[in-house]
Nanobody
Framework: QVQLVESGGGVVQPGGSLRLSCAAS????????MYWYRQPPGKQRALVAF???????NYADSVKGRFIVSRGNAKNAVNLQMNDLKPEDTAVYYC???????????????WGQGTQVTVSS
């Protein structure tokens, strides 16, 4: 099994910044990509950003130019730097990863428990 643990959420004023971190642990042979999703109150979960093993990145249009996804300093970790935060960024943010637990296994998607980000004055 694989565990993903997010950290760094909190309350911030509009225009402020937060940095989310996510660390994966457990039976991991390879991580193909790591993702950040978010789920605002009353809405569906949506992809925010991802980074592949080759460090190719992609972003939702709503966060381009404000959010930066990067590999963490630790192995199997990912960060999300969020700048110029807006009230509409308020959501539970989830980390996710596509993981192989052995060289010959299929990819499996794992999820963290989520961390709350609230942008409010």
């Amino acid at each position: 099994q694989v565990q993903l643990v997010e950290s760094g959420g909190g309350v911030v004023q509009p225009g402020g910044s937060l940095r989310l971190s996510c660390a994966a642990s457990g039976t991991i042979f390879s991580i193909r990509a790591m993702y950040w999703y978010r789920q605002p109150p009353g809405k569906q979960r949506a992809l925010v950003a991802f980074i592949s093993r080759d460090e190719v990145t992609n972003y939702a249009d709503s966060v381009k130019g404000r959010f930066i996804v990067s590999r963490g300093n630790a192995k199997n970790a990912v960060n999300l730097q969020m700048n110029d935060l807006k009230p509409e960024d308020t959501a539970v943010y989830y980390c996710s990863a596509d993981v192989q637990d052995s060289e010959w296994s299929e990819l499996h998607r794992f999820w963290g428990q989520g961390t709350q980000v609230t942008v409010s004055s």
